[in-house]
């Protein structure tokens, strides 16, 4: 057992927090005014046209900070393991995914081309993604069933000769309300009655194919996240897709959905523990510097116990969540299964219940647009029914242990 | 003892669940509609003027559900314990406290103006408030100090021959970004050099004085709250008022500050326990309808402990409020400090809870606009700050105890 | 709503508390030593024995603070309302009620016998349990069942001629290791083919019946609550009494069950409430006293967190508990079911959390015998399982809720 | 970065999982009834003496287990990586940490000796501690200081001609009711004049020196700890040792106990993840036997919740105290001073809930001697105070986070 971290990571975490300091922070103000302004244009939802943010990709691109978190020859070919110190730096600064190209969910979208995409789906729009020139939409979520279980999802994909007919309705689909998001995978119902598991297929849908209808963008505690892209609702009305769109082979759809999943939310946890980071830094130096009934908050003790248990809880999560890396790396996503799920229960909820703390330390501000806390409060707070409620994980996590356990039992009576 | 309600109280709660049911639950989407044209003619802010609560108003005064929140001739003339029940039904619906004209701050301001109002000044800015014509402002907090201790305002009102003149910053003041906030009541210090709970006086501040400028709006966690008015930054810039403006005695800003604080935070406290109880409603509601993993949500053993923990909560919670609201009528505000104060511990953080399990049930959609959820939860989470976060009040309840067992230790020695 | 004792309470409150002071506390410790010398004697478990306990009991008939539990003629008449602050009192120390004739499960068993026993029962059983002459066990759970449901009590009472033959197992029996708790109360199933709340039945089996074998004393977290009677596991090997001995009539067992509940929860929950202030006293007493690192312990911020936490938190469920024994007043313990169950689900985990933070408080010696802290958390942690676990009764409510909450609806859609 | 065990500790954990299976658990009732038996001969407190631990601990010998806490020469020269996972499997029996010569407070005190100790001083007591023949106490708490600060210590060691003379008070001096706890190393001040840190020295002194009486045992909750030798109070009346019993220099008694501090809490806290296992063993055995309202508990969702969380926290806190020792290996006790403070505040606080679960899913039994729950949960809540309560190290711990904080801002602004 070893934890410290290769020289290859050690190098990109150098860079990379370099890179934070010199380019990201002080680009976040510049972001949110440029945003702006666009918005007044009638274009609010098109954050990714904002020029800031292009300089910071080229940047980015030039130091070898670009798709980091691309295993394989289509990225940087780093581990799980290597990718998750980085992840977790980038979780520090809202720009910073997206700078570097590693944000979802295009992020997992490229994965999934990478991984099944046939040459000219790669060709057509893998490359794209991989420069960062479009983005795309990941439609899995259905407003009439509990999407928590990915074999309810009802959408209908039929075959009608060369094409698959689309019909159903989809929200929370993170990015879609961005123009720029040229490319939707949109998973759905090829075959009700195939085996459970092989009833749904993946197609890629063009943003601007007939039929397919942005209707609103959901809000999330008041934000409608415009900065990157906000969670759409969608209506397939007769869409039309050439059948060279199947992703994978027919009835593939959920097992992507799960190849999906394990890198996605590792990569969500790791900079979940970086928003962390950054709300532990907020609530010191607020700590510190305030002053109430004749001295600094940072020397109430109930606020040192949160800053004493916020740190406790922060290594404890981050190890947690290298360990899940490393066993993907080791043992592969299915032998990482129950792992991942730990990390899905433990870092929402770790997370928040920082960020409450440090909005806390801050007073009213904490809430307030004047600190990136209130935001990241509502970002993770989603993040407690992405991909299936807390509840789901917890229960499907105490099966796998009462098993195990059983088998243990059995095992020690034999 | 006896739990049992009044016979009058008794026949207002009919009187106001059928307005309930008739018109306000009714109206609560009109409102919102109107309120989105209203923003698109560039007056999102003035939610008061909005058709459908003119009616409401109307409606209202003729049943004699008019003023309810204020004892003594001007207003119905209810004790604190006869209206807190009330308070608690107008909490579950955003629109009911306007519809009544029980709309914090206003009532608040009222209360000062009927306790301590010149004649002229009741005339001129009580009577329209009582009339529900006009709004107002209460503008204490400021950005530079820990407000939550009321002896650091630090906004500089000078005399100045027969008028004052007012320099300093103010935020979080709610209502004010609404241009028929026609009053505010502006806390200030006059004299550096007094007794330090002698330094502030109050004074009022016509909206229009020169001087005066509206900043900006706070927003909390996303929501901007222009539906009632925002929370406004504002300036002072060498603002002049008459002397007769004052309220009550030069240096009694501490003192009357105090005695508007506790009525208020009862009427908090009531209205969060009715968007308590709305959250229980939605989360059964919710968990009955929705099917996952083959059977209603209600079916799970975790949502039902969360359903049983909100109902053992909030029935605690709300004896524990009309326990303060009697001994404010017994004993009187000062008597009933320190349960004012337990209070104002125990209902945002009750409130928050049961809030955010209603929004877990919900899944995504909770935190969605197409609830009330996430409004609520911004609004409860807020007053967990307001008038001093929680642990200002904890330490100085525990001072309290910590003194009342001193004295009994005493006294058994003795 | 009118929240102040009557004149008969206030009057008893006082003699009381004067009692404790005059009594009840300079006795704790003669009976730790008058009982430590039965027990070198070999009859440890005769607490009841003691002879400052029969001091006590004299002096507290003579002041009439006599079977304060016992509504009726039988006993002191009180309302539930009425006896409930009186039982908080008697909680402060583990002497009291004991002194007082209130101490279960005499208690429950004395009212079993007032309200279901035949005038011959009540003569031989109830009139020396009310003079305070013997004692007395209540025998339902049982070890090989989830006790929880009392339907699945399975200890078989087979008539035979004008006898009952009782055969089975039972554990947890409190009290029943005294040699002086001359009479059982046993639940046991008399018909397996009744409608399954008519299948059991009680009897009185007297101590020395042959056949009935006291297994052992069950520990709870190291104690054998022998100051108590501790709590058997008990064997009944074909054990005869006369037909005479039924309680009621056959069949009748879970409904007595049910009446006795009631009551018995409310005496629980209200003694519980008095252990909870005397903790508080004892964490405030320490914190005062405690030197660590330079001040006392009351000037650190989490300690006084805790202070305040646990008045906010007494407060409330005292409350709670009130509303309880006043709704079993007004409409009987059936219509107060749910209070009931609600106090049942929220006191002992609101008292353990207090008892472990004074514990805390006073550093190792908490957990000691040097403090009555560590004794009353193990009490109180049984509490949490005393008939059925907190989850079985959380589940109810929650049904309950659930339930409530659809007539509702369909009331408002009506 | 590496979460896999070196072939060496994978070794030991197979030959240690072995002898659990095959000697400790069927032990495990053996030494029960032995001790039993001793206790009734009057010698309830030689624990060590009970037969069937000698021949445990020949097997343990023989098998190579034996003394592998001590790195070094004097022992089985592991890591604290290595030891890490071997002390966490002792945790699941009481009697495996015995059977191996790694039981508290000898392993700290053979520490002491090993580093610290003279060559006869090693000759005397540390060969018979490392063979197992005789135990013994470390006296460092007091009951009149709030020990947490160990410069408080105050019990006076005196220096006479060539004698020390020591007079002062001990409690919770674990093991020192065993009559074969044979030697004390007992903290005092030895010079009150000396800098804060140099004023302490720890001093040899025989179980046998007259003026040293053991005044009785303290109990936690309600057990006295007899079966690993209780936790005594002690009076020391001029004791008087040689001046070659003083360990190490005149004043290295703080830096003693410091050194003694950062092995002693890694192996407590590994134990009681072992202890945390077991619990989530028996939790899950109950929840699938027992069988409430029709099904099995382990369908209850609430009890699947307890089950998953459980998991989720154990695996969370295993890493933390993993890379604790993996920190002391490679940068010193001193270079990981806050991680292990990190895990002394975790541990406790995380297998204490665990155990209340477990607990609970067991009833009333679960707090009884039928389980080994309720001792366990004694032990672990002892350890909430040991060496300093969890207030003492959070404070610490945010102290240092702060200070890390504000070195990293100025460091940012640079």
Same mark, same amino acid.
Request: proline share 4%; charged share 25%.
């Given at each position: ?14 860079n ?35 020029p ?7 940047a ?7 798709n ?11 581990t ?25 969910p ?11 995409g ?94 397919l209808?942005i ?24 869409? #039309? ?42 609530m ?48 592969g ?30 007073g ?44 243990? #039992? ?5």
């Open positions: 057992m070893d934890f410290a971290l290769d020289p290859r990571t050690e190098g990109l975490r150098d990379l927090l370099d890179f934070m300091d010199s380019h990201i922070h002080p680009a976040e103000d510049v972001f949110r005014k440029q945003l702006g302004q666009l918005g007044q244009l009638g274009d609010r939802w098109a954050w990714d046209s904002v800031v943010l292009a300089e910071l990709r080229a980015a691109r030039k130091r070898g900070l670009w980091l978190f691309l295993p394989g020859e289509h990225g940087a070919g780093l799980n393991l290597q990718y998750a110190p980085l992840a977790e730096i980038t979780g520090r600064s809202h720009l910073a995914p997206a700078a570097l190209n590693c944000a979802a295009d992020t997992g979208n490229m994965e999934v081309l990478a991984m099944f046939t040459e000219p789906q790669r060709k057509q729009w893998l490359e794209p993604l991989l420069d960062g020139e479009i983005r795309s939409s990941f439609a899995m979520t259905e407003p009439d069933v509990a999407s928590s279980d990915a074999t309810n999802i009802a959408t209908r994909i039929e075959r009608d000769g060369d094409q698959y007919v689309i019909n159903g309705r989809k929200w929370w689909i993170t990015g879609a309300m961005n123009p720029n998001a040229r490319i939707f995978i949109v998973m759905g119902k090829t075959d009700p009655n195939a085996e459970r598991h092989r009833q749904q297929s993946m197609v890629l849908v063009p943003r601007d194919s007939p039929g209808e209707k609103r963008g959901m809000e999330v505690l008041g934000y409608d996240d415009h900065d990157h892209g906000g969670h759409a609702e969608l209506e397939f009305h007769d869409v #039309r897709v050439p059948v060279e769109n199947l992703i994978g082979a027919d009835g593939d759809g959920f097992a992507i959905a799960q190849a999906r999943l394990g890198p996605g939310r590792i990569h969500h946890c790791m900079r979940s523990i970086g928003i962390a980071e950054r709300a532990v830094e907020l010191c130096a607020r700590a510190e510097q305030r002053i109430a009934f004749g001295k600094p908050l940072a020397e109430q003790g109930v606020i040192r116990d949160w800053i004493a248990e916020s740190r406790v809880r922060i290594e404890q999560l981050r190890l947690l969540v290298l360990k899940a890396a490393w066993l993907m790396d080791t043992v996503n299915k032998g990482a299964h129950t792992e991942i799920q730990a990390i899905k229960i433990a870092t929402p909820a770790t997370v928040q219940w920082i960020l409450d703390k440090a909005i806390q330390v801050h009213a501000a904490g809430l307030s647009q004047d600190f990136p806390l209130a935001g990241a409060y509502a970002r993770i707070r989603t993040l407690r029914f992405a991909d299936g409620p807390d509840e789901v994980h917890k229960n499907a996590l105490a099966r796998h242990e009462l098993r195990c356990q059983a088998v243990a #039992r059995q095992h020690s009576h034999a």
